[in-house]
Nanobody, 122 residues
Framework: QVQLVESGGGLVQAGGSLRLSCAAS????????MSWFRQAPGRERDFVAA????????TYTNSVKDRFTISRDNAKNTVYLQMNSLKPEDTAVYYC???????????????WGQGTQVTVSS
C-alpha cells in the first residue's frame, strides 16, 4: 500500500514556474514508477509525465516537453514536477500516481493522491 500527498500548487502568472512535490508513505516507494496526471475542468484526467523507479528513464506528453521536468528522490520518498514557462492551458488539478510500469494510461497506476490545484493566469 502506498499513500501519496501532493503539494506545491498555487496561482502563478503565465511564463512563471512552480515545483510540485508528492510525498509517499510506505517502504516500497523505490519499486514503483511514479507519474503526474492533470485534470482541467470538464476534461478527463490526462497523463503529464512519468519516471522509472531508478529515476533514469522518463517520459512526457508532448505539450509539456522542454518545459516540465519530473524527478524523484528515493531517499526522501518524494517525486517532483518542475514546471517552467507555464501557460494558461496548464491550469488543472495535478495528481501524482504510483504503478508498476512506465506507461501513460490512467488504468496503469494503482495508487493516487488527492491532487493539488495549479492555476496559471494570462
Amino acid at each position: 500500500q502506498v499513500q501519496l500527498v501532493e503539494s506545491g500548487g498555487g496561482l502563478v502568472q503565465a511564463g512563471g514556474s512552480l515545483r510540485l512535490s508528492c510525498a509517499a508513505s510506505g517502504r516500497t516507494f523505490s519499486s514503483y514508477v511514479m507519474s503526474w496526471f492533470r485534470q482541467a475542468p470538464g476534461r478527463e484526467r490526462d497523463f503529464v509525465a512519468a519516471v522509472s523507479w531508478s529515476g533514469i528513464s522518463t517520459t512526457y506528453t508532448n505539450s509539456v516537453k522542454d518545459r516540465f521536468t519530473i524527478s524523484r528522490d528515493n531517499a526522501k520518498n518524494t517525486v517532483y514536477l518542475q514546471m517552467n514557462s507555464l501557460k494558461p492551458e496548464d491550469t488543472a488539478v495535478y495528481y501524482c500516481a504510483a504503478g508498476p510500469s512506465l506507461r501513460t494510461g490512467r488504468g496503469d497506476y494503482d495508487y493516487w493522491g488527492q491532487g493539488t490545484q495549479v492555476t496559471v493566469s494570462s
